[in-house]
């Protein structure tokens, strides 16, 4: 059963996981350190995020804490939202494989 929290502000940043093993794509996307939530949770929002900008780059996204039975919790963003691009590092490449 999903809970029932509110959507917030949260700062965000695209990485190269070190495993794959059970996620999809090569890039995903994380909680920054120091905020509200551990750098290991997953976070499922827009695509775009990891598609059109370089790995290493920090957004702030409306976010809210959820779970799915038997899967942890993770942090929930709607793919139709729109997101602020905080940072983007200089001469990194975007991920062009989809």
Excluded at 8 to 27: N, Q, R
Excluded at 45 to 63: E, Q, T, Y
Aim: proline content about 7%; hydrophobic content about 30%.
């Amino acid at each position: 059963m999903a809970q029932d929290n509110e959507y917030e502000p949260v700062e965000v940043e695209s990485y190269f996981p070190v495993s794959t093993s059970g996620l999809h794509g090569k890039v995903h996307i994380r909680p920054v350190a120091g905020g509200n939530y551990p750098t290991t949770m997953h976070v499922e929002c827009s695509k775009d995020i990891s598609r059109l900008h370089p790995v290493g780059s920090r957004f702030r996204i409306m976010a809210k804490l959820t779970d799915r039975l038997g899967k942890g919790e993770f942090l929930y963003s709607s793919w139709r939202w729109p997101y602020t691009v905080l940072f983007e590092p200089e001469g990194a490449g975007t991920d062009d494989s989809s």
